[in-house]
């Protein structure tokens, strides 16, 4: 793992255009369970709760879910060791963007500037009739359905729900920058979800190296990967930051 690891930091110091691909396995450390997989969060709700054809219609049956799930459950998620590092990363001229799939904020709230959210952000609410967006701290959660201050509409979670379009920034942005990517870093992302998950495979048919943080093989492993760091996210981002900065 010694040798691996200072081949990975001698690629990243090489590199002239860094992102990094995240997942919901760099978010488990913070207290976030993943929607999918054994301890999934669909194993405990009914995914039609996050159908946008169903939430239409069911919009104040789906928001008693919706807070446990979002504003109530993932309340107290700070960002680890793995989001702090991407963080330095970026301020140190090291990573130019992060692309994640993941709607928590961690990234942002660690400190990256320049972040794609694939899937939209579950601390931004939308009104789907005048398009005001707002911040979800500017409401109390124990009063559901929030509504728009403007015309009484309840407000939408700002993140795709099944049946709903990815957002035309994050998708054109992330895709140029893969296409840009000298290196593509993914973190606990099990390659699954399309069409995020096209986005390692286009920096790679571009020309990156993939470098993979993840405790098990994934759909890229044997698809994409270069480098397969195996071990838990903060693990590996603590011991790449010794050696990088």
């Known amino acids: 793992m010694d040798n691996i690891l200072k081949q990975t930091v001698e690629i990243l110091r ?19 369970p993943p929607f999918r997989g054994e301890h999934g969060l669909w194993n405990k709700y009914n995914p ?18 919706i807070r446990e799930i979002f504003y109530d459950f993932f309340a107290d998620a700070h960002p680890n060791p793995a989001h702090l590092v991407l963080a330095e990363m970026e301020q140190k001229g090291l990573l130019k963007s992060v692309i994640t799939q993941n709607i ?8 990256n500037k320049v972040v794609h959210e694939f899937h939209g952000n579950s601390k931004k609410l939308k009104c ?9 701290n500017e409401f109390d959660f124990k ?18 729900f099944f049946g709903e379009g990815i957002p035309a920034n994050a998708y054109s942005n992330s895709f140029a920058d893969a296409e840009k990517a000298e290196v593509c870093i993914i973190i606990g992302s099990t390659g699954e979800v399309t069409p995020a998950s096209y986005v390692p495979r286009t920096a790679k048919q571009a020309g990156a190296t993939i470098i993979e943080i993840n405790p098990e093989e994934s759909s890229f492993t044997h698809a994409v990967t270069d480098i397969h760091l195996k071990g838990k996210a903060s693990e590996i981002m603590t011991k790449l930051a010794k050696e990088l900065f």
Not at 52 to 61: N, Q, R, T, V
Not at 128 to 136: E, H, P, Q, S, T
Not at 145 to 157: A, T, V
């Open 48 to 65: 039609e709760v996050l159908d946008l054809g169903y939430y239409l219609d069911h919009a104040e049956e789906c928001w008693v879910y």
């Open 143 to 160: 009063n559901i359905p929030p509504r728009c201050k403007i015309d009484n509409e309840i407000l939408k979670p700002d993140f795709i």
């Open 128 to 136: 789907l009739k005048c398009g005001k967006v707002y911040a979800a």
């Open 14 to 32: 090489k590199s002239n255009y860094t992102i990094a691909f995240t997942g919901a396995g760099i978010s488990v450390e913070s207290g976030i």
């Open 104 to 111: 928590d904020n961690l990234h942002i709230e660690a400190g």
